[in-house]
């Protein structure tokens, strides 16, 4: 039952076609990821998990070294897919997915490959958030972010000045080793 602008339901504040696209990207990152596994060679992958330290990075990289050199296109495709995914849905990692890929293809495709995949997932993250979360968020908090906006509104000039100061004093606090 449609409600009012379109929404399934009354209560829910997605309509049918934000459901549908939400889902298919999801299906698609998991048709994804699932192809890459089936591709696989059989193999003992117990060393295949999440990079959270650089001792882990290493681990991963020995033993991707070899298997890259062999199947180069199903590990670029599984690196692409699962570093888009974990750029889309925010989850940590992202930055020993970048060291891996200089240590795997080398400086310059590695750069060109980060680049390209945080582009592509950082661009996913905000479509979701643009489809999904901003009417969630709004059904949620309405208030809240009535309230937000108008402050948002009445210091924006202040508010640009604040957050660039921030930047530039984060910019120059890292280079200095602060």
Known sequence: MKGKGGHVGSRFPLSSWEVAAASS?????????????????????????????????????????????????????????VYIFMQTFMIPGTVFMSLLAGALFGVFKGVALVVFTATAGASSCYFLSKLIGRPLVFSLWPDKLSFFQEQVNLNYCITCVYFCWKIIRKLFLSLSGG
């Open 25 to 81: 990207v999801l299906l698609g990152f998991v048709l994804g990821l699932l192809g890459v596994y089936l591709t696989m060679p059989e193999s003992d992958y117990s060393f295949l998990k999440l990079p959270r330290t650089l001792e882990d990075l290493q681990i991963l990289r020995d033993h991707l070294e070899t298997y890259t050199s062999d199947y180069t296109a199903q590990v670029l495709v599984g690196y692409c897919v």
